[in-house]
């Protein structure tokens, strides 16, 4: 590993990230969604309705893309199509009871890793308190990024 800590801390966050991300996923296959589904489920689950445009931009994806996303997330029912009351012309995607469901059921999974993780931990306190400043800063500086 390289002796920049700046690298090793990029290098140990995407590990993780992407270790705790597989874990929540597996939950999928039960479902029979997949991972770019899934993003627009999550990013309706915790940003709220949306228009298609923005889960577009969000997601950097094209609009037909999150179309197609969203068209066989609705056939599945995991979402939902609706004028905006603001504007008629625009639709507002929004997740239904079942599409919450997977995003609980994956959450969960991913709780129970963090468990096992968290039993096995020394200085459980200060790590969780690591976790707490490195996620303020990061916010602080979403802005500047």
Known sequence: MEN???IQ???LIREICSKV???GRKVLKEF???PAQFDVLQTVYFKGPKMLSDISKRLGVTKSTTTGLIRRLEIAGYLVREKSKKDKRV????????GTNIIENVIKNRVK???KVYEKLGEKERSIEI?????KILN??????
Do not use: A, D, H
């Open 21 to 23: 991300k597989s874990e």
């Open 140 to 145: 602080e500086k979403r802005g500047e990024i």
């Open 9 to 11: 801390m990029e290098k």
């Open 32 to 34: 029979n969604i997949s």
């Open 91 to 98: 639709y507002v995607v929004q997740i239904t009871q079942e």
């Open 131 to 135: 976790l707490n400043e490195i996620n």
């Open 4 to 6: 920049n800590p700046s």
């Open 113 to 115: 890793l963090m468990e």
